[in-house]
């Protein structure tokens, strides 16, 4: 299953939403928009950068996806970090990439791999 959009975007806050139905429909757990994540998880958190497509267009959005472990960062959460962030990837489909970090949730920093995708918006309200 590749993340598909039914029709031209043009809501930032409505691609995120179909981004997470998407990962939950492809059987990934716990897959969720809220920063409370609970992990181990998938969060598709806000965009991290939005820049300006040719004028009035629209935007390039790069949307980011958290793949999330419960700490501590033993064999069992690397096992989990890998499938899953595989998944995730398998479902956002080319253009996608992913980097290992960490994501602090309640104080506690968790083993997480970060990935990110990059999709163009359509203006509704072009100037």
Known sequence: MTFTVATTPTSMAATRADLVA??????????????RLQPPGVLVDVP????????????RVEYVVKVVA???GDAE????????TQ????????????RVGTVTLDGKDCPAY???QTLSITNPAPC
């Not at 991290?48 to 935007?59: C, F, N, S, V």
């Not at 998944?87 to 992913?98: H, I, K, N, P, R």
């Open 22 to 35: 998407q990962l939950a429909a492809a059987g990934i757990g716990n897959v969720t928009g809220d920063p």
């Open 114 to 116: 970060i990935v990110t």
């Open 70 to 72: 419960a700490p501590p």
């Open 87 to 98: 998944e995730v990837l398998q479902v956002l489909g080319y253009g996608a990439g992913a």
């Open 48 to 59: 991290d950068t939005i820049d300006t497509i040719t004028a009035a267009a629209g935007w």
């Open 77 to 84: 959460a690397a096992d989990w970090l890998l499938a899953t």
